[in-house]
C-alpha cells in the first residue's frame, strides 16, 4: 500500500513517493523502495501489488535499453508509456500495478499516470494509489506554474505527508527523486514523518504465566481407521 506524486516545474520533473510493503494486515517492509528507474531520464512510480510494479517497470525498462541500442537515441518518455499502456491492457486489470512515469527527453517533461487497465492520463501534476485523495487536495490548493526547485521539493513533499498522516495504508518516509537534463538527483529519504516509537514496557512472558487446565492427547493420522464411507454424485 502506497501512493506516489509527480509534477513538473521549469523543465523538470519531481516525483515523489511514500509507502510500504504489506502483506494482508503485517507489515513487511517499511523502508521500501517505490521509484523505480526506467531509463537514465526516465523513472516510474508504482502502487498496487508490490511484485508486479516490480517486474513491470523492469521488463519495460530492459526494452527501453533495446530501444536505444537499436536507434542509437535516447529513449522517449511516449515510448515507455506505450509499452506499460498496452502490456497492462493485455491482462485487463488483474496486473494490479498502478503507475506514474516521469522523465525528460527532447520533448521536455512529460508526466503520465497508467491506470491497471491500460488508460492513462497527460497531466502537469497527478497521483496514484490509497493516500492520492489527501495529495491531490494539496496539489489543487498550492500548485501553480514555473515553480521553483525548492518550492516545488517542498510542494510534492507536503502532499506526501498529508496523505502518509490521513491513510493508514501509506508508510511513513518521503522519497524525492528530481529528473533534470541529462542529471537525476536523488534524495532518499528526503524527510521521514512518522518515527516508529519505543514500547514502553516489557512484553515478554517466563514460561508457567499462563495455567495450563486441560491436557489433550494427540492421535497420529496414521493411527486413524475408516469405519464408515459415503461417496455422494455431483
Avoid at 86 to 110: E, K
Wanted: net charge neutral.
Amino acid at each position: 500500500s502506497n501512493f506516489i506524486i509527480k509534477q513538473w516545474y521549469q523543465r523538470r520533473v519531481a516525483i515523489t513517493a511514500g509507502g510500504f510493503y504489506t502483506g494482508g494486515s503485517i507489515v513487511c517492509d517499511l523502508n521500501c523502495e517505490k521509484i523505480h528507474y526506467i531509463a537514465d531520464n526516465i523513472y516510474c512510480c508504482g502502487a498496487g501489488t508490490a511484485a508486479d510494479t516490480e517486474f513491470t517497470t523492469r521488463m519495460v525498462s530492459s526494452k527501453m535499453e533495446l530501444l536505444k541500442l537499436r536507434t542509437g537515441r535516447e529513449g522517449r518518455v511516449i515510448s515507455a508509456l506505450r509499452m506499460l499502456k498496452q502490456y497492462l491492457f493485455r491482462y485487463q486489470g488483474y496486473i494490479s500495478a498502478a503507475l506514474v512515469l516521469g522523465g525528460v527527453d527532447v520533448t521536455g517533461p512529460a508526466l503520465y499516470t497508467v491506470y491497471p487497465h491500460g488508460s492513462t492520463d497527460k497531466l502537469p501534476y497527478v497521483t496514484m494509489g490509497s493516500g492520492s485523495l489527501a495529495a491531490m487536495s494539496v496539489f489543487e490548493d498550492r500548485y501553480k506554474l514555473n515553480m521553483e526547485e525548492e518550492e516545488a521539493k517542498a510542494l510534492v513533499c507536503d502532499a506526501i505527508k498529508a496523505g502518509i498522516i490521513n491513510d493508514l495504508g501509506s508508510g511513513s518516509n518521503v522519497d524525492i527523486t528530481v529528473i533534470r537534463k541529462g542529471e537525476v538527483e536523488v534524495f532518499r529519504p528526503y524527510q521521514v514523518v512518522c518515527q516508529k516509537s519505543q514500547r514502553q514496557g516489557d512484553y515478554t512472558f517466563p514460561r508457567g504465566t499462563t495455567v495450563v487446565t486441560n491436557t489433550t492427547e494427540m492421535v497420529p493420522f496414521s493411527a486413524l481407521q475408516v469405519t464408515d464411507e459415503e461417496v455422494m454424485e455431483l
